[in-house]
């Protein structure tokens, strides 16, 4: 079965510093990967997502993330972090559409709390 | 535009209590996903509807949970007879097309949080 590990719970930065969450997946196959931000009370927003192609995503709010299969990780980064992207942030995984699944549903890691010093 | 709501925003239950949950997703999107939201968790998947039909269930953790899309529209995740456990927020997704195309992506409304008492 497919899983997702987030292996930071809580991350603390600096406000201007840069910013990478880890995430590792487990998969049959090159699942597509996605990464999604939930802030308080509001529903889950995407950041960016890989499919195939170029290893290296652009997303919004300047986060870019690499897929790098041979580590099974696909980590999200962002240079200067700013105040407003203190939120949760969860990795997610799908299957890819030629596996022939009945649904294609997400699975998500537990996520990563990122706060963010002033 | 509009984007997908849920109502209402918070319930409170007493265990045993039977519950109704409503999704508007986005108009015109074909697919939609129930996903339960356990704290200090990511959401976990419960079902998932194509139009009206639903095609996947498997998430539902019991026969409590039930789930409809009539009209292949606004949805409706029921839960009877409530317990403790069940305390969650429950999130509804929208997509514009069928579900696994590469360019499908979920939009998520801002969920319910469950509190069963």
């Known amino acids: 079965a497919q899983s997702v590990t987030q292996p930071d719970i809580h991350i603390t930065v600096s406000e201007g510093a840069s910013l990478e969450l880890r995430c590792n997946y487990s998969y049959g196959a090159t699942p597509y990967l996605f990464w999604y931000v939930q802030s308080p009370g509001q529903g889950l927003q995407l950041l960016l997502k890989?499919?195939?192609?170029?290893?290296l995503v652009q997303g919004i709010k300047g986060f870019e993330a690499e897929f790098k299969r041979s580590q099974s990780s696909f980590n999200l980064r962002k240079p200067s972090v700013h105040w407003s992207d203190a939120a949760e942030y969860f990795c997610a995984v799908g299957p890819p559409a030629y596996s022939g699944a009945g649904s294609y549903q997400l699975t998500f890691g537990k996520g990563t709390k990122l706060s963010v010093i002033p | 535009g509009a984007g997908v709501s849920q109502s209402p925003r918070y319930k409170v239950a007493k265990r045993g209590q039977d519950v109704a949950l409503r999704c508007d997703p986005i108009?015109?999107?074909?697919?939609l996903f129930w996903y339960q939201q356990a704290l200090g968790q990511g959401p976990e998947f419960l079902t998932y509807f194509q139009n009206e039909a639903q095609l996947d269930k498997s998430g539902l953790p019991s026969d409590r949970f039930f789930a409809e899309r009539p009209e292949g529209s606004v949805s409706t995740l029921k839960i009877q007879r409530t317990q403790q456990e069940d305390s969650a927020v429950y999130l509804c997704?929208?997509?514009?097309?069928?579900?696994?195309?590469?360019?499908?992506?979920?939009?998520f409304g801002p969920g319910t949080r469950l509190t069963v008492l």
């Open positions: 108009s015109g999107h074909v697919s």
């Open positions: 890989y499919f195939s192609g170029d290893t």
């Open positions: 997704a929208s997509s514009p097309g069928l579900a696994g195309a590469s360019d499908n992506e979920q939009f």
